[in-house]
């Protein structure tokens, strides 16, 4: 009962922001023809007063982004422009998964499927604004096609499909898009403060009235969320099991942990170092989950997802936990779930996870991205070496931590020496495995942790963190680590920032300032001096049409009846207050204009007698 009140108050509120947001428009266009009025009057203002118009330009620019943007929130919204869509050709397993899903949960299944480059799942219903119904969407995140289970990835669009069958997009998508709306209009209306005075001087009544409409607008929705979240869940556990979609929700914040990182920390510093992004980023992502050294870490992240907080307008972690705990884990007779990323197609994972660049088979690009982190291990030894170690050679470079010095390094790579005696193994390996690299007798493959291995004919990874670990304890370590490097044929006096054969490192310019935000930021002056100057005109027309009237001074003249009258004036209407004395302008001398009745006779009569 107390969600189904919430839901109704929400739904009431929406519709009370639009009526506000009308009443706003109506006010304001009084308010723009009273300024006008006030402008071009003679009688209102003497003189041409732009304060009004001022005022009336300031806010135009911020209530024209709060309509646009609940306009846009009311009419359907289209598909989300970062996702490419799925056809039955295309994915014929997923389709058929998600069918038979949507018959057990008992609802349609959705008319598109679509994938994004995000680590999420979501189902949109888009019709306008309190439409019954729409066009349903599923949207599915490459980076959980490629980390998830096939069990668990069953269960997670089990969840989503729940919401088609409790109807929560009835209530969820007026409100979301809504809220959405008013937030955006809130950052709109914010950067259009910060880029114009004017807009800043008189927005911020606006502003306040849309952050409170949001913010009402959020606490009446998140718990209905919430709870619909909890509905969702409960459909998916009697479908797929409660063990395994359990499962699934601590997997999706995993996988998105782990698609952050390699985004973040592997494809945009090799973009930015070598210009190169790899041509099928779901394939690398997938290859890099498979190495055994990361599978402790994703097991931490995992443990980490049961720790989530209430997120927006989804529970806490621990407590959906909770209740499928408490349900029983018997999942339905359904077909066997086939590994869903290899059977489609790798045209939509590729444009669905594309990044600007130059383009390189994914398997080449984790080879230079084994050789960049390399390079970024040397560098982290090389810059506390001393002057200008970029242009040392790697013998001098290993006789200079060979001289006692190790320790005194290790403490500056890391909070302590234990970290620091890592980090300086690990960048004096990469720089011998570099140098082999080189010399063309030594292939390097990339990991999760650390900076790749190096391995070859005659040598392995292993070896390498011995003779380096000899060189940097014992005296004679170094001579025979040089001597080993030059049996296998590499050059000890390659200078340390050499590029290794075949590899280029581009000059990468700092990226430009956003031209669109410049670009908005000039629209909002645009805008306000275009609505300044029509609202200028208008009044400065006015004012030329509104011509002053003679001054009108009052009284009661008499004019002479036997000349005619020069102005041939007659009497104002209504002003005639004594019967032969019209009121006329002051103009000429004043003459009675009519002639006094004559006095009576005075004839002397003889007084009553007696």
Known sequence: MTASLRALLAL???????LLTALLVLLWIGFAVAGVWVVGSREASPQFNTTPLLVASATFVPLALTVRELVRASRPAGPRPDSVLL??????????????????????????????????????DDAWLFAPTGRRRLYVGVPLLVGLRPDELRAVL????????????????PAHRAYAGMVMARQRIREAMVANQLVRLYAGLLLLTVTVCAALTYRLVRPVRRRQELEADRIAAEVAGAGALADGL??????????????EDLVEPVRRATGTVPDDPCRAFAHLLADPEYQPELA??????????ADGFHPAMRRRLDRLTGLRDDPRQLPPVPEVAATLAPGPLRRATRYAGRRRPWREWLDTLAAYRAGVAVEAVTSVLGPDPGGSTVAEALRRVGSGRADRIARSLGPDPQVGRRRLVEGMSALVGLCLLRAGRARVTVRWTGCGRFTGPGVDHDDLTVWVTAALDEPDGVPRLLA??????????DHVGAEPAGAARILTITPALDET?????????????????????LGFAYWLGDEPEAPYRPGIIPTRTALPDPLDQGPLPGLDPVP???????????????????LPDLVPRSAPAG
């Open 158 to 173: 089990a969840h989503e499909l729940g919401h088609y069958a409790r109807r929560h997009a009835r209530f969820t998508e």
């Open 250 to 263: 601590r997997s999706v914040p995993a996988v998105a942990a782990a698609w952050a990182r390699f985004e």
């Open 484 to 493: 080993r490097l030059t049996a296998l044929g590499a050059d000890p006096d």
């Open 580 to 598: 032969g004395f019209p009121l006329r302008p002051t103009r000429g001398p004043l003459v009675p204009s009519w002639s006094p009745p004559p």
């Open 300 to 309: 931490v992240l995992r443990g980490a997802a049961e720790r989530l907080p």
């Open 517 to 537: 935000i410049r670009r908005r930021h000039q629209d909002v002056a645009h805008v306000s001096l275009a609505v300044l100057l029509v609202l200028a005109l």
């Open 12 to 18: 009431t509120l929406l519709a009370g922001v639009h």
């Open 87 to 124: 056809t039955r050709s295309q994915g014929a397993a997923l389709w058929e998964l998600v069918e038979t899903l949507a018959e057990q949960v008992g609802t349609d299944p959705p008319l598109e499927i679509r994938l994004t480059g995000e680590a999420n799942a979501a189902v949109t």
